[in-house]
């Protein structure tokens, strides 16, 4: 393989990232939801709670900060910048590649016919 076309390189490096930013956010909320019917959030909520509460009540509210809301929007946050970063590093990667290809004239592959 003597050269990479980097605009290909971007295109396809775009829908993966997509697809993979997509499959995080699913997977953000599968995962609060398991815990959350599970009663993670309550109990552990509960002790930090009490850990954090002073003379007059209250305390730190993790149910509250870990709502599923907040939770898709960072995961989401995060997601963007993934598919931004992944695109970009893909298409540095595919110009660094033709600049090395040019000096040593690139990967040789053999493919064998299945018989």
Excluded: H
């Excluded at 295109?11 to 993979?20: E, N, P, Q, T, Y």
């Amino acid at each position: 393989m003597a050269r990479a076309d980097p605009w290909s390189v971007m295109k396809v490096s775009f829908l993966l990232s997509i697809a993979l930013g997509i499959c995080t956010v699913v997977a953000a909320a599968v995962l609060w939801m398991v815990m959350n019917a599970m009663g993670v959030f309550s109990t552990v909520g509960g002790t930090i709670s009490e850990a954090t509460a002073n003379g007059d009540g209250g305390g730190f509210d993790l149910q509250g900060f870990l709502s599923l809301p907040r939770v898709l929007l960072f995961t989401s946050i995060i997601a963007v910048i993934d598919v931004v970063l992944a695109t970009a590093l893909a298409t540095l990667g595919a110009f660094i590649y033709n600049l090395s290809a040019g000096l040593v004239g690139g990967v040789e592959l053999t493919l064998a016919e299945d018989e």
